[in-house]
């Protein structure tokens, strides 16, 4: 009876609901989990069949002890009775239980697993795929799954035997009359599977006007000060109602199938205590029925619904489940673009003659023949300094990523001490490279914990240095909780300048071989600049170091520089060099300075 | 609870449906509850001797019961649970609203994952008492109210043997469901935690390849995963029990009925048609025993949802619109800068006893280190915040007595971080000025040189941007900001640091094409580099909240201190570039 009442969620749904290649791979996640359900899957049959007793039980108890006024008996039967009511619920329970707990070891297994091919999965993968996508996969999807698990599979077991199991009983006790009762049923799925299918939409339009609504809402919180300068509270909130008012048209919607359904439902059980009444009390006229028989049918009729309409809903999750698990599976089978080399096969050998970096004839694209890089070639000899200059969509980034090999290139070879990077493992490659990104990201945490990111068993002594060295420490010592003071998601309570001090010195603590800045000096006033130049040309004496900036000033100091125009290396060499050339980066130059118009 | 009369206002306006949804609730269950009657009739008189067209009387009034009584069950649903939906989207409107008249120091304070739980869990909660928590206390009640007077009716003794299941039933739900909450509470904590480790690593893939941390991630994940599955199982637990004990508690109330009932029928006191009628009222009963702990619980939830919803619509905005807005201005553009001081958190001060003046179709520019407080000077201008002393005029007016949207219209301000909306290129270009025509936006696309790029996008100036759209670059974000300020054709114009991501030969470009546009409108430009504010009427140095110099470029320079340092470190590695 409770049940009925209670709305009951739906996952997204999408694809079919049982895909049998997918089904296979799944059941193959049951792993060690596969005892538990099909333990629960026993004891489930067991409770079912408990719980079927009790109409059944009273038929006994009024035809054989109530008319027969056995009081003795009765009182038998009624403990019985009880008996198997507790049998029921432990059985029940520990079933439930069970499945749950198989459900949850299941669940933290995928959700490790995804989490983990995650942090193996490249860079590229994350430029196709955003954030929330991939965060899908770990949170919802992977619950979705949980309800496979934890209940559907095995509540379908229990529902189709409780189905059977009433027909049955039904049947032994008076096929006619079981026949005549269970007419109603085509009607009571047919109402039941209408409404599900419609409720089915109607809650998929609600995720998505939720989901609109949320992300409207979202982003004018973010942006709310936007909204105020440029006077647009009038008009953002008019949108926001009209969403607003979207949503709980459809919620009216949903509510109008469900005032339909239940009373329906009641009334289709109605209909069947009469055909009961009707058609039994005919029979009971003639004593083919007896009066136990009717309250037994009258009681099963109760308990038939349930199943059905649980059946009905097993359906949609079955069928969310199966197309989260596909796309929990995409992202485990994704292959790995930049596969990394063991570091066992890895013996560290140095070319005395090799330059530490070469680029050797290196294409590159992200997309299709869309090529950043074409045809660089270049090298940086140990304790070099290099700048690479050249406008916005140079290539010059690329060069980073390609360093770091966040990506492979497609044609040519990046080789370090004369040895392909591809042979290198990750982790020995890119604990060679310090960088100071143009965006710098900051974890939630201390600001000790953010400077230690990269080397966690820095002692506080090490921190304090470092950050005395890039002079993050005149920021971070007028914080309230100077090293300790926490730091939010993202850093938003912190500037842009002292998060790229906060870089700086996080890059630094781990003592990089090749110091790498992607205009990492643009947000930062000239006087901090230059100082923390000064301390890492201190810190990082006898250190490659490659510099990327649009501001020419950054960059005097290098050795050496690179200038990129349209993905092609146009000019090399030092900065009078290059001056003296009246190329490309003369015009630059003299555009930072304002000696004259682009030549 | 008491937090829940807060509803009342919102309940008045639905006066009608609430009305007309308790009759239906009324009328429903009273139908409803006469139909275990009509069983006891048929079953009696099956006993006594019965025609066949008696008893397809007595069935067409069972369907009929349930027919009837559905429609007014319908009726109900509709009513009282659309209302709660009507409620809720008020109340959701109403917060909306509230909130866009916060200042951004409020947005400073409150964090928007807080700010979203407010108008999402909690709104919800609050939902739950008014639809559900509203609901099924009348059908409860009515239900009760009309099988308990039928039973009484029957077999009093009966009748209040099978009460006293009642305070179990009812007492163990609330406390289970007492239980399930503070549990989900729990489990939704660690799940937030998971998500947010999650969601960080996963935004910050880059540095965490970088720096190698693949495997502390996933053990810090592991350990989150662990305990989320460690609380979840102990849910489940719980969980596991609700249905089975339910049931169970149900059956023992059968067996009862079967006890205490079969003998009164064995003694003569009741007859078969009384006990079958008595086990179906004992199904119409057991539903609201279990409600009634469970709408406990909603209101319980939904009271706390109230009291944080209501705290954030008692949060005074406290930058509001002047009441009496001052009409006397003076040419449109002039700045003035009274004796101005700013706290944040009213310790400190970021910005310190300022003085200044710019008089129309000036261009100042303002230098200094980071955190000198060059943003929170210009914040003042469009009432971003208000000074905690000294006085901020625009025309004569202090900004506290403008209209805030006139005071707005006025500034056109491109801010450090450039925030767009997602939507198309042309609904953010015209953002703060939707009657902007084709020519004006084109105009300002072009003076930021953005017009090329836009040119390039798959669909021009229909192409979405943002988070469901196309990806942009910073400079491009940085122009497209600079471009929305111009449409809105603003008497004083503010950028805030805002080509840094732009590379220099753009910035050169965007300059001079600036400076038409800055003909004959007030301009302050934040800039870190001498050649680009060395052409201003003035330029201020602000050192730690205070103006430590002001003066045309020449006379800074001639004065030798800070931007002369500034200058003449720029100056020196150009010449000393220049010698080599």
């Known amino acids: ?599 | 609870m008491k937090s829940l009369r807060l509803l009342i206002p919102y309940l008045k306006v639905y006066r009608r449906e609430i009305t007309w949804g308790c009759i239906a609730a009324l009328i429903s269950t009273a139908l409803y509850a006469l139909a275990p009657w009509a069983l006891k009739l048929a079953v009696d008189d099956l006993q006594t001797g019965i025609s066949a067209r008696q008893l397809a009387y007595y069935a067409g009034l069972f369907v009929g019961l349930a027919a009837v009584g559905g429609v007014f069950r319908y009726a109900m649903r509709m009513w009282l649970i659309g209302m709660s939906r009507k409620v809720e989207q008020d109340l959701r409107d109403r917060i909306f609203g509230h909130l866009q008249k916060q200042p951004a120091s409020f947005y400073n304070q409150n964090r928007t994952g807080d700010l979203m739980s407010r108008m999402t869990n909690d709104l919800d909660n609050v939902r739950n008492v008014l639809g559900p928590g509203f609901m099924y206390p009348i059908e409860t009640i009515s239900t009760a109210v009309f099988s308990i007077a039928m039973m009484l009716w029957i077999s009093p003794t009966l009748t209040l043997i099978t009460l006293l299941l009642a305070p179990p039933v009812s007492y163990s739900v609330f406390k289970l469901g007492r239980v399930t909450h503070k549990l989900t509470t729990r489990i939704q904590e660690q799940y937030s935690r998971l998500s947010d480790q999650a969601q960080e690593n996963l935004s910050g893939a880059r540095v965490v390849r970088a720096y190698s941390q693949e495997e502390r991630e996933l053990a810090k994940f592991d350990q989150l995963n662990q305990e989320y599955v460690r609380r979840n199982l102990s849910m489940t637990r719980v969980q596991a029990l609700f249905f089975p004990l339910m049931g169970f508690l149900f059956e023992i109330g059968a067996a009862i009925i079967l006890l205490v009932g079969g003998l009164g029928i064995i003694r003569g006191s009741l007859s078969l048609g009384d006990f079958v009628a008595f086990v179906g009222y004992l199904g119409m009963l057991a539903w609201p025993m279990i409600a009634v702990g469970w709408v406990a619980n909603l209101l319980q939830r939904g009271a706390a949802s109230m009291v944080r919803i209501q705290n954030l619509l008692d949060t005074e905005p406290e930058i509001v619109s002047s009441s009496q807005p001052s009409s006397a201005r003076a040419s449109a553009g002039e700045i003035v800068f009274e004796n101005v001081s700013v706290s944040h958190d009213g310790v400190r001060e970021a910005l310190q006893d300022v003085s200044f003046k710019v008089r129309p179709g000036e261009t100042i520019a303002i230098v200094g280190r980071t955190g000198s407080g060059k943003s929170t000077l210009v914040g003042l201008l469009p009432r971003l915040i208000d000074p905690s002393k000294g006085r901020v005029l625009i025309d004569g007016v202090a900004t506290n007595e403008w209209n805030l949207d006139e005071l707005r219209k006025q500034v056109g301000m491109v801010p450090q971080d450039a925030f767009l909306f997602s939507s198309t290129v042309k609904e953010n270009l015209t953002f703060g000025a939707p009657e902007a025509s084709e020519t004006e936006m084109l105009e300002a696309a072009s003076i930021s040189r953005i017009d090329k790029d836009v040119a390039q996008f798959a669909d021009g100036y229909e192409t979405m941007v943002g988070e469901r759209g196309l990806t942009l670059s910073g400079g491009q974000k940085g122009r497209l900001t600079l471009a929305r300020a111009l449409v809105r054709d603003p008497s004083i114009l503010i950028l805030d640091d805002a080509l840094s991501a732009v590379d220099t030969h753009t910035e050169e470009e965007i300059l001079r094409g600036l400076r038409e546009f800055m003909k004959g409108r007030t301009s302050i430009l934040i800039a870190h580099r001498v050649s680009t504010v060395r052409d201003a009427d003035c330029i201020y140095v602000l050192d730690q909240g205070r103006i430590v110099e002001s003066g045309t470029h020449e006379e800074l320079i001639a004065l030798g201190g800070y931007y002369a340092d500034l200058d003449h470190r720029q100056s020196l590695e150009q010449e000393l570039e220049m010698e080599s």
């Open chain 1, 1 to 599: 009876m409770s049940a009925k009442r209670k709305q009951v969620e739906e996952q997204d749904v999408l694809g079919k609901a049982y895909d049998s290649k997918l089904a296979r791979r799944l059941w193959g996640y049951v792993g060690d989990q596969k005892k538990k359900l099909f333990a629960s899957v026993g004891l489930l049959l067991l409770g079912a069949t408990a719980e079927l007793a009790g109409p059944w039980l009273s038929k006994i108890a009024i035809d054989r002890y109530i008319v027969d006024k056995d009081v003795s008996g009765l009182y038998k039967i009624v403990i019985i009775f009880v008996i198997v009511s507790a049998l029921a619920l432990a059985l029940r329970w520990s079933q439930s239980y069970l499945t749950g707990e198989a459900g949850q070891i299941i669940m933290y297994r995928m959700r490790r697993d995804v989490f983990e091919k995650m942090q193996r999965l490249s860079i590229p993968y994350f430029d196709r795929n955003p954030v929330g996508k991939l965060m899908t996969r770990v949170t919802s999807d992977v619950q979705a799954l949980y309800e496979l698990f934890g209940s559907g599979m095995v509540a379908i077991f229990g529902d189709i035997f409780t189905l059977i199991g009433i027909t049955a009983v039904m049947f032994a006790i008076n096929w006619k009359l079981a026949l005549l009762t269970l007419s109603v049923i085509p009607i009571l799925l047919l109402v039941t599977f209408a409404f599900r299918k419609r409720v089915r939409d109607l809650y998929r339009k609600t995720r998505s006007q939720i989901a609109n609504l949320n992300g409207y809402l979202q982003e004018n919180i973010i942006g709310m000060r936007v909204v105020q300068l440029f006077g647009r509270e009038r008009a953002n909130h008019e949108r926001f109602k009209s969403l607003s008012g979207d949503l709980k048209q459809t919620y009216l919607k949903t509510i109008f199938n469900y005032a339909l359904f239940f009373p329906a439902v009641e009334l289709v059980s109605a209909l069947a205590v009469a055909i009961i009444i009707w058609g039994g009390g005919s029979m009971m006229l003639t004593g083919a029925v007896t009066v136990g028989t009717l309250v037994a049918f009258i009681q099963y009729v109760e308990r038939f619904y349930r199943p059905v309409r649980d059946l009905a809903e097993k359906y949609n999750i079955l069928q969310a489940a199966m197309a989260a698990s596909e796309r929990v599976f995409q992202v485990l089978d994704h292959p790995i673009e930049v596969p990394d080399t063991s570091a066992l096969d890895y013996v560290e050998k140095t070319e005395v003659d090799a330059p530490l970096i070469e680029f050797r004839n290196v294409w590159f694209a992200y997309r299709g023949d869309e090529w950043v890089l074409k045809d660089v070639s270049f090298d940086i000899r140990e304790g070099e300094s290099v700048a690479v200059v050249g406008a916005t969509g140079a290539g010059k980034t690329t060069i980073i990523s390609l360093l770091q090999r966040f990506y492979d290139v497609q044609q040519g070879e990046i080789l370090l001490h004369g040895r392909n990077i591809r042979e290198i493992p990750l982790q020995e490659l890119r604990a060679m490279l310090g960088l100071v990104l143009q965006d710098v990201f900051v974890f939630a945490g201390t600001i000790a914990e953010n400077i230690r990111y990269g080397k966690a068993d820095a002692s506080d002594e090490e921190v304090r240095e470092t950050s005395e060295l890039v002079l993050a420490n005149r920021f971070i010592e007028k914080l309230p909780g100077k090293y300790a003071e926490p730091v939010v998601e993202r850093g938003a309570t912190l500037s842009t300048g002292q998060r790229q001090l906060l870089a700086f010195a996080r890059a630094l603590l781990c003592r990089p071989k090749i110091l790498v800045l992607d205009e990492a000096t643009a947000s930062i006033d000239t006087e901090t600049e230059q100082t923390i130049q000064e301390a890492i040309s201190r810190v990082l004496e006898g250190r490659t170091s490659i510099i990327i900036a649009h501001r020419l000033s950054t960059i005097q100091r290098c050795n050496r520089i690179l200038v990129l125009h349209h993905g092609v290396l146009r000019e090399q060499g030092t900065h009078e060099e290059l001056l003296a050339q009246g190329g490309i980066y003369h015009r630059l130059y003299q555009l930072q300075f304002g000696l004259g118009e682009a030549a």
